[in-house]
């Protein structure tokens, strides 16, 4: 039987863990799994951050009402597949990870842990911490498992990245939108965001 792991300091940060050892994690601090390796989240997001997520929330959860499509924020795990091998066994599964905000579509990807397989639309909001993380891993993540649109937010400049999977698998820049700015939602084209509501304090 598996121990169960009470500490981060119990883990070797340069191992490889699976899904199943993350169910066996019980400490503090958050962390996601990305590939098998464990990348530390930043800690409590700022009042900034947590604002344009409330206000993103809000907004496409009013568009969401009454349709299939869900709508999660973090703390929501999300299990990506590795398309080699397309199993849900969690001792198959090497990544977790907890967008801000996510959208997923399938029903069947759900469960009472989370979603396994890849949500629809994420937003993924920065933090002086995790830009690197965002901007490079993360980008080529949802792009590998076939997120259809990513939106990256960047409170400090105002400024809202759109990008929408091609017909190759590969990430478009569709644009990238201003503090007051209108644009919508690639997949959901009736979704319409004024980003001078998003980023207002």
Same mark, same amino acid.
Request: with cysteine; charged share 25%.
């Given at each position: 039987?598996?121990?169960? =792991? #009470?500490?981060?300091?119990? &883990? %070797?940060?340069?191992?490889?863990?699976?899904?199943?050892?993350?169910?066996?994690? !019980?400490?503090?601090?958050?962390?996601?799994?990305?590939?098998?390796?464990?990348?530390?989240?930043?800690?409590?997001? @700022?009042?900034?951050?947590?604002? =344009?997520?409330? @206000? &993103?929330?809000?907004?496409? $959860?009013?568009?969401?009402?009454?349709? /299939?499509?869900?709508? !999660?924020?973090?703390?929501?795990?999300?299990?990506?597949?590795? #398309?080699?091998?397309?199993? #849900?066994? +969690?001792?198959?599964? !090497?990544?977790?990870?907890?967008?801000?905000?996510?959208? =997923?579509?399938?029903?069947?990807?759900?469960? %009472?842990? $989370?979603?396994? $397989?890849?949500? %629809?639309?994420?937003?993924?909001?920065?933090?002086?911490? +995790? @830009?690197?993380?965002?901007?490079?891993?993360?980008?080529?993540?949802?792009?590998?498992? $076939?997120?259809?649109?990513?939106?990256?937010?960047?409170?400090?400049?105002?400024?809202?990245?759109?990008?929408?999977?091609?017909?190759?698998?590969?990430?478009? &820049? /569709?644009? *990238? !939108? *201003?503090?007051?700015?209108?644009? @919508?939602?690639? =997949?959901?084209?009736?979704?319409?965001?004024?980003?001078?509501?998003?980023?207002?304090?």
């Amino acid at each position: 039987m598996s121990k169960i =792991i #009470k500490s981060l300091a119990e &883990l %070797d940060l340069s191992a490889t863990y699976s899904y199943a050892d993350y169910l066996l994690w !019980y400490f503090e601090e958050r962390v996601e799994l990305i590939k098998g390796h464990i990348f530390q989240m930043s800690p409590a997001p @700022s009042r900034r951050h947590q604002n =344009i997520s409330g @206000s &993103l929330h809000i907004k496409m $959860g009013i568009y969401l009402l009454e349709k /299939k499509c869900k709508l !999660y924020s973090a703390p929501f795990d999300v299990r990506l597949l590795d #398309k080699s091998k397309s199993s #849900k066994a +969690n001792e198959e599964i !090497y990544t977790v990870v907890q967008p801000d905000l996510c959208i =997923i579509c399938d029903p069947s990807k759900l469960d %009472d842990r $989370g979603c396994i $397989g890849a949500p %629809d639309l994420i937003v993924e909001i920065l933090s002086p911490g +995790n @830009s690197k993380k965002e901007m490079k891993i993360k980008y080529q993540l949802y792009e590998e498992a $076939g997120v259809k649109e990513y939106w990256i937010v960047f409170p400090s400049e105002y400024v809202l990245q759109q990008f929408v999977l091609n017909e190759n698998g590969k990430y478009e &820049l /569709k644009n *990238s !939108y *201003s503090e007051d700015e209108i644009f @919508s939602a690639h =997949i959901f084209p009736d979704l319409t965001v004024n980003l001078e509501e998003i980023f207002q304090d």
